[in-house]
Nanobody, 125 residues
Framework: QVQLVESGGGLVQAGGSLTLSCAAS????????LGWFRQAPGKERQFVAA????????YYADSVKGRFTLSRDNAKNTVYLQMNSLKPEDTAVYYC??????????????????WGQGTQVTVSS
């Protein structure tokens, strides 16, 4: 497993941008698929985006496609989620996730191997 620490959350107005970062520890970081999930109050944790271990493949939830961009820098053991055109419905705690298989991540949160502690993103209208 890898240990994950998120940063970059905060309060932003609708239409604004934020970039979340997730720093990972572990020598095998580059062999893991990485991703982000989010959980709004009273709702289940949901998939946001995932990127393959080499960065060649990215996947996004329909709700964020075209607005969010996921990237990774294996030399820095870090993954980034650039969020543009933010909407109030993007308000949630965002969790960084890692798993050996990107298919596991795309299937939902239940079987994901590693999680960060979460970072709050609040979008005001």
């Amino acid at each position: 497993q890898v240990q994950l620490v998120e940063s970059g959350g905060g309060l932003v107005q609708a239409g604004g941008s934020l970039t979340l970062s997730c720093a990972a520890s572990g020598r095998t970081f580059s062999t893991y698929a990485l991703g982000w999930f989010r959980q709004a109050p009273g709702k289940e944790r949901q998939f946001v985006a995932a990127i393959s271990w080499g960065g060649a493949n990215t996947y996004y939830a329909d709700s964020v496609k075209g607005r969010f961009t996921l990237s990774r820098d294996n030399a820095k053991n870090t993954v980034y989620l650039q969020m543009n055109s933010l909407k109030p419905e993007d308000t949630a705690v965002y969790y960084c996730a890692a798993d050996r298989l990107i298919s596991t991540m795309r299937a939902g949160p239940a079987s994901v191997g590693s999680w960060g502690q979460g970072t709050q993103v609040t979008v005001s209208s």
